[in-house]
T-cell receptor, first 111, second 113 residues
Framework: QKEVEQDPGPLSVPEGAIVSLNCTYSNSAFQYFMWYRQYSRKGPELLMY????GNKEDGRFTAQVDKSSKYISLFIRDSQPSDSATYLCAMSAGTGNQFYFGTGTSLTVIP | GAGVSQTPSNKVTEKGKYVELRCDPISGHTALYWYRQSLGQGPEFLIYFQGTGAADDSGLPNDRFFAVRPEGSVSTLKIQRTERGDSAVYLC???????????FGPGTRLTVL
């Protein structure tokens, strides 16, 4: 079983839609959770960084962590064509530990 | 300021050859990471440096892969006797200290023919 599971999609939505992206994980020691956005032929860029359970909001983006269910989500409100990219979740148990990435979900926002 | 840079951006080589991939981290970042990303997959951890030393090299797939960071800044990933299965994008990231936000470079796309 992989450490982190993520549905690869592809996901296609109309402009303005709310997008929900999700990852599940198996290691209960994970406590740092991240979402990265990766455009084609570019390196990943950090979108959201959360510690432990709860919600974090930044503009149109909201990250949720449910440690009891080992489930994390990223919501994108009012999606824009410029949001079209691959979204990667990543997580770590903390200092001295590796970061584990999901396979990424490919998102296309149609104008 | 300048982000993480990687050279070359693309490298095509023949099976059995030796390649070196270079990473210039963000100035002042003590931690540096190498990842490998195959098509349709997320980045896979290879090795992590804290300063000049390899703090965790458990992700290196075999002894054909080696990385150095002699002065605690620039790092070089070295692959000997390349195989077709080594074809992937090799990503470098740096962070101010371990467990801090990682900033990624654009990657080097390696193709082994």
């Amino acid at each position: 079983q992989k450490e982190v599971e993520q549905d690869p999609g592809p996901l296609s939505v109309p402009e303005g839609a709310i997008v929900s992206l999700n990852c599940t994980y198996s290691n209960s020691a994970f406590q740092y959770f991240m979402w990265y956005r990766q455009y084609s032929r570019k390196g990943p860029e950090l979108l959201m960084y959360t510690y432990s359970s709860g919600n974090k909001e930044d503009g149109r983006f909201t990250a949720q962590v449910d440690k009891s269910s080992k489930y994390i989500s990223l919501f994108i409100r009012d999606s824009q064509p410029s949001d079209s990219a691959t979204y990667l979740c990543a997580m770590s148990a903390g200092t001295g530990n590796q970061f584990y990435f999901g396979t990424g979900t490919s998102l296309t926002v149609i104008p | 300021g300048a982000g993480v840079s990687q050279t070359p951006s693309n490298k095509v080589t023949e099976k059995g050859k030796y390649v070196e991939l270079r990473c210039d981290p963000i100035s002042g970042h003590t931690a540096l990471y190498w990842y490998r990303q195959s098509l349709g997959q997320g980045p896979e951890f290879l090795i992590y440096f804290q300063g000049t030393g390899a703090a965790d090299d458990s992700g290196l797939p075999n002894d054909r892969f080696f990385a150095v960071r002699p002065e605690g800044s620039v790092s070089t990933l070295k692959i000997q006797r390349t195989e077709r299965g080594d074809s992937a994008v090799y990503l470098c990231a740096s962070s101010l200290y371990h467990s801090d936000t990682q900033y990624f470079g654009p990657g080097t796309r390696l193709t082994v023919l």
